[in-house]
């Protein structure tokens, strides 16, 4: 059964604190997604990686950074946590780059950045 | 940028009647998605449609695909309880994967 774990479901941090959010996929699916989620906004998308070590700005970038060592993880940085990053964070994984492929999410973490 | 309007943004119903959601766009998109999402869980896919026009069957939930490929929309039929549900849209860009979504359409269904 496919499946997309996160480390964690909640979390609290402080401002300015660096915080690392992780996702681990089982499907060796190549494509991976950071994204968030805030009410009445949708899921906006953060970074993309396509390939090991390979990543790609989404839309809303700025103050997040990512890391892919091995095709299995990716990691969700935010480098300096601010309270507008206080939101719900989703990783998604899909088999191939386009063509409408079915993305699975995790259950995603809840941040809450003080 | 391009942008997927989506509505209603929130829907609270009796159980049996019908609904209908729309996803909007002034973009072309090379497929759409639609997913579920309840409490605590991440979005799952109800179904994708790729050609302009196409319509997808999925027991009480009817898809449509626009015929220019940038509009969607979502009708359920005689809406049950188990229905309840965040229901978000979206539409690939440009055959890269990569997708936008729609705000989401909470949906409550009463007994």
């Known amino acids: 059964d496919v499946k997309v774990t996160q480390s964690s479901r909640y979390l609290v941090k402080r401002t300015g604190e660096k915080v690392f959010l992780e996702c681990v996929q089982d499907?060796?699916?190549?494509?991976m997604f950071w994204y968030r989620q805030d009410p009445g906004l949708g899921l906006r998308l953060i970074y993309f990686s396509y390939d090991v070590k390979m990543k790609e700005k989404g839309d809303i970038p700025e103050g997040y950074s990512v890391s892919r060592e091995k095709k299995e993880r990716f990691s969700l940085i935010l480098e300096s946590a601010s309270t507008n990053q206080t939101s719900m964070y989703l990783c998604a994984s899909s088999l191939v780059v386009a063509g409408g492929d079915e993305q699975f999410f995790g259950p995603g973490t809840r941040l809450t950045v003080l | 940028t391009q942008l997927l309007e989506q509505s209603p943004q929130f829907l609270s119903i009796q159980e049996g009647e019908n609904l209908t959601v729309y996803c909007n766009s002034s973009s072309v998109f090379s497929s759409l998605q639609w997913y579920r999402q309840e409490p605590g869980e991440g979005p799952v896919l109800l179904v994708t449609v790729v050609t302009g026009g196409e319509v997808k069957k999925l027991k009480r939930l009817t898809f449509q695909f626009g015929d220019a490929r940038k509009d969607s929309s979502l009708h359920i039929t005689a809406a049950q309880p188990g229905d309840t549900g965040l229901y978000l849209c979206a539409g690939e860009r440009s055959n890269t994967g990569k997708l936008i979504f729609g705000q989401g359409t909470t949906l409550q269904v009463k007994p």
């Open positions: 499907m060796d699916h190549e494509n």
